[in-house]
């Protein structure tokens, strides 16, 4: 899984300013290890075929590729879509 550099915080404006996508990486970026954690309890339950549906940055989708697991990753936020394709581009075991 890659790592993303952390952001600086935004000023707050009382305004919502940050994307969904800069929300779920500063989620990972605070709780590093949650996301393996919980995909640990459910890998042994999955086939060589996994469909992530509501994907968003591609968090399991990564961890699924990195077992060698055929990913079909699917979101729905715009930014989400364009963050997945950015990073499995070129990669064939997963379809965004």
Same mark, same amino acid.
């Given at each position: 899984?890659? @790592?993303?550099?952390? !952001?600086? #915080? ?5 305004? @919502?300013?940050?994307? $969904? /996508?800069?929300? $779920?990486?500063?989620?990972? &970026?605070?709780? /590093?290890? %949650? =996301? !393996?954690?919980?995909? =640990?309890? *459910?890998? &042994? @339950?999955? +086939?060589?075929?996994?469909?992530? #549906?509501? #994907? +968003?940055? +591609?968090?399991?989708?990564? $961890? $699924? ?8 990753? +699917?979101?729905? *936020? /715009? =930014? ?5 394709? &950015?990073? %499995?581009?070129?990669? /064939?075991?997963?379809? *965004?």
């Amino acid at each position: 899984m890659s @790592h993303r550099p952390p !952001r600086p #915080a935004a000023a707050n404006t009382g305004k @919502h300013e940050s994307s $969904l /996508p800069e929300a $779920l990486s500063d989620i990972e &970026q605070s709780m /590093p290890g %949650f =996301g !393996r954690w919980l995909y =640990g309890t *459910v890998r &042994q @339950h999955l +086939g060589e075929r996994v469909v992530d #549906a509501g #994907a +968003g940055i +591609g968090t399991y989708t990564s $961890l $699924l590729v990195e077992d060698g697991t055929t990913v079909a990753s +699917g979101e729905y *936020v /715009p =930014g989400c879509v364009e963050e997945l394709r &950015q990073e %499995f581009a070129g990669r /064939p075991r997963v379809a *965004v």
